[in-house]
């Protein structure tokens, strides 16, 4: 079975500061999709970024890009200049190719100091 | 982007009475939808998954018969917490996979809070 793994229970970044969250999976299969999901105080899960593992190019969206190891089946979040809003439970997840289950982690709070 | 609508955000229930929690996909078709349930400070946790017009696929250890799911139209689904006892309070959480973008993006309500007392 699938799983991933967040060894980060907890990550702290001063306003403005660089911060990388680290995820890592195990998969036999060559399809698959890995995604970086945000869950703020108000518990809303917001997409922050996707990854299709054929792709080597790793995924950007604005401050936030993706660091996709294939080989090493790493998949690490780095969030540039980060905001107070940033400041919320990060979860990786991974779904294979031709399924529709979402296997998640177990999530890294980040803390953002001002 | 995809917006998924979850009613109510928080409920109060009795012991013994049953709830019901909505989720919409409100501009666009979702054959399927997702249930969640979210422990304090834990990951989610896959409940199962609704078919539209078909029976819903439960995952292991979940009682359907204590989670009952209603997926009637392709913008809604419906789960049922019947006979709600206090260990079924929790957080849940729905979400919808997106048909123009393929199998793999899941958009997210904003979950719902349920306290059985």
Avoid at chain 2, 50 to 78: C, P, R
């Amino acid at each position: 079975a699938q799983t991933v793994t967040q060894s980060q229970p907890e990550m702290s970044v001063q306003e403005a500061e660089t911060v990388t969250l680290s995820c890592t999976y195990d998969t036999s299969e060559s399809d698959y999709y890995l995604f970086w999901y945000k869950q703020p105080p108000s518990r809303q899960m917001i997409l922050v970024i996707r990854q299709e593992a054929y792709k080597q190019q790793n995924a950007t969206e604005n401050r936030f890009s993706v660091n996709f190891q294939k080989a090493a089946k790493s998949f690490s979040l780095k969030i540039s200049d980060s905001q107070l809003g940033d400041a919320a439970m990060y979860f990786c997840a991974y779904i294979q190719g031709g399924s529709e289950k979402l296997v998640f982690g177990k999530g890294t709070k980040l803390t953002v100091n001002p | 982007g995809a917006v998924v609508s979850q009613h109510p955000s928080w409920v109060i229930c009795k012991s013994g009475t049953s709830v019901k929690i909505e989720c919409r996909s409100l501009d666009f078709q979702a054959t399927t939808m997702f249930w969640y349930r979210q422990f304090p400070k834990q990951s989610l946790m896959l409940m199962a998954t609704s078919n539209e017009g078909s029976k819903a696929t439960y995952e292991q250890g979940v009682e359907k018969d204590k989670f009952l799911i209603n997926h009637a139209s392709l913008t809604l689904s419906t789960l049922t917490v019947t006979s709600a006892h206090p260990e079924d309070s929790s957080f849940y959480i729905c979400s919808a996979r997106r048909l123009a973008e393929g199998r793999n993006i899941q958009y997210f309500g904003a979950g719902t809070r349920l306290s059985v007392l």
